[in-house]
């Protein structure tokens, strides 16, 4: 089994709501853009879902990945017709289960110390800034070990 952050990013002052995401993740798809779709996935891994941006640098929810591929976004959800800001331009997604929301987002400001993938706050956004990062099973629980907090 591997370990993932999922990553995506907001680019506006208010791109999304927390107590909304739920609704956002009805279909169970995490948008992934075009060109990013060579991650050894496997049915079983398991993921946590980060969105970084200008006012966001947080841990929402924690889940399952479904299946061993990724699958191309239908027209309606990457021209924004249903806008959904975590598949809203995206070419391809992932499909997850046991979506399981934190009862409140997690800064990763609050972890940095506990976490030894980002070397350094200022590396921050390099860091995080893949769509898919593989972390090792000590790290996920830390940063879910927090969250449950």
Do not use: C, H
């Not at 999922?6 to 709501?17: L, R, V």
């Not at 966001?56 to 929810?61: G, T």
């Not at 591929?69 to 021209?79: A, T």
């Amino acid at each position: 089994m591997n370990y993932w952050i999922i990553s995506t990013f907001t680019y506006g002052e208010n791109d999304f709501e927390f107590d909304k995401l739920s609704s956002y993740f009805s279909k169970k798809a995490w948008g992934i853009e075009a060109g990013k779709t060579d991650y050894p996935i496997k049915k079983g891994d398991k993921v946590l879902a980060y969105i970084g941006g200008k006012n966001a640098k947080i841990f929402i929810f924690v889940a399952t990945i479904a299946n061993e591929r990724f699958y191309r976004m239908p027209k309606k959800f990457r021209n924004g017709k249903q806008y959904n800001p975590f598949t809203a331009g995206m070419e391809y997604y992932l499909k997850l289960k046991n979506i399981a929301l934190f009862k409140k987002p997690l800064s990763i400001y609050g972890i940095l110390n506990k976490i030894s993938f980002i070397k350094s706050p200022i590396a921050l956004g390099m860091a995080m800034s893949q769509t898919m990062k593989k972390i090792t099973k000590q790290q996920f629980d830390k940063i879910l070990d927090e969250a449950s907090k």
